[in-house]
């Protein structure tokens, strides 16, 4: 069972940056792929970023590329979303998942708890 715990979020004006951790009670976090969701009131999950396990691969919606990064340091156990030129549509409760292949769809067997980001505009 791998624990996933986020941390980073809060409020921040519109161009601001955040960078959002992820870190994972698993010893053998390294197997893991890692993607990032969001899900905003009232609208479904959205997939924001994923990460394959040794972090040469990376893959991002179209709505976030160019402006949020996904890397992971595999000896501390955390994946990191960096997300700069932020905009209000931006706001949601993100999550951080893994499983065994890092995937643009919700299949991943764990989640964590999620972390709140506001952009004000």
């Known amino acids: 069972q791998v624990q996933l715990v986020e941390s980073g979020g809060g409020l921040v004006q519109a161009g601001g940056s955040l960078r959002l951790s992820c870190s994972a009670s698993?010893?053998?976090?390294?197997?893991?792929?890692m993607g990032w969701f969001r899900q905003a009131p009232g609208k479904e999950r959205e997939f924001v970023a994923a990460?394959?396990?040794?972090?040469?691969?990376?893959y991002y919606p179209d709505s976030v590329k160019g402006r949020f990064t996904i890397s992971r340091d595999n000896a501390k156990n955390t994946v990191y979303l960096q997300m700069n030129g932020l905009k209000p549509e931006d706001t949601a409760v993100y999550y951080c998942?893994?499983?065994?292949?890092?995937?643009?769809?919700?299949?991943?067997?764990?989640w964590g708890q999620g972390t709140q980001v506001t952009v004000s505009s």
């Open positions: 990460i394959n396990w040794s972090g040469s691969k990376t």
């Open positions: 698993e010893r053998t976090f390294s197997s893991y792929g």
């Open positions: 998942a893994a499983g065994s292949v890092e995937t643009r769809t919700n299949k991943y067997d764990y």
